[in-house]
């Protein structure tokens, strides 16, 4: 246990300092996304730009296609999350307020809807790379990136069940990767579930919070 801790450290530390960047870069997206905090769409842009670039130079061209797509997806999460102002007018008083983009929750089917449509998207896409291309693990490997696209969506919209999916994907991809032997990625992925796990727990509790002030607005009102 000993050694492979050794292991795992001696390769992050011997990572070239881009690369690192890389790395650091998208655990700060993630910590900072189960926050709620609008920054991580800039560590996401710094990680998927790097990543891009990485994985272009050494042929992995569908992976650098997927990174473009993150990276798009970080500006588009950066506008949906950014701060809105808009002015509220009552009986009473006029004053501008800021609002921000609340979490929500989609009903489960809706959820089962959606799985059983990107299940279907996976299987034909695994078909077609398990057929033509040598690729390992083509099913599971097709399922994490088809579901890894719509739960970025997910996370742009700050609807709370995106955590459930990263949840999957990532303990799907630490299979994956253990057997591929790529250890060093098996600890980063580990750290990436404990944080998905982390991120549900605190946006369950806002989510919570939320619902309760608003029921107490309209009981108010109603009064």
């Known amino acids: 246990m000993t050694e492979l801790l050794q292991k795992n450290f001696n390769y992050f530390a011997g990572l070239p300092l881009w690369e690192l960047l890389a790395v650091v870069s998208a655990l700060c997206y993630v910590v900072l996304a189960a926050k709620e905090n609008i920054w991580c769409w800039p560590a996401a842009l710094v990680s998927t ?24 997806m970080a500006i588009f999460g950066w506008y949906c999350w950014r ?25 489960l089917i809706i959820h089962t809807k959606i799985i059983i449509l990107l299940t279907a998207c996976s299987l034909v896409i695994g078909w077609l790379m398990d057929n033509y291309t040598p690729t390992d693990f083509p099913y599971l490997d097709s399922a994490t990136t088809v579901f890894a696209v719509f739960a970025t969506y997910l996370v742009t919209k700050k609807v709370l069940e995106n955590w459930l999916y990263w949840i999957v994907i990532d303990f799907v991809s630490i299979y994956l990767y253990i057997e591929k032997g790529l250890q060093p990625t098996v ?13 549900y727990v605190i946006w369950y509790g806002k989510y919570q919070k939320n619902n309760h002030q608003s029921n107490s607005n309209i009981t108010s009102a109603a009064e």
Do not use: R
């Open 187 to 199: 600890v980063l992925f580990s750290l990436y579930v404990i944080i998905a796990i982390a991120g």
């Open 49 to 72: 730009l790097i990543y891009s670039v990485i994985f272009y130079d050494v042929y992995l061209w569908m992976d650098a296609l997927l990174q473009v797509y993150y990276l798009v």
């Open 83 to 107: 701060k809105i102002s808009s002015t509220v007018t009552n009986t009473f008083d006029s004053n501008v307020h800021t609002s921000t983009l609340e979490i929500q929750s989609w009903p």
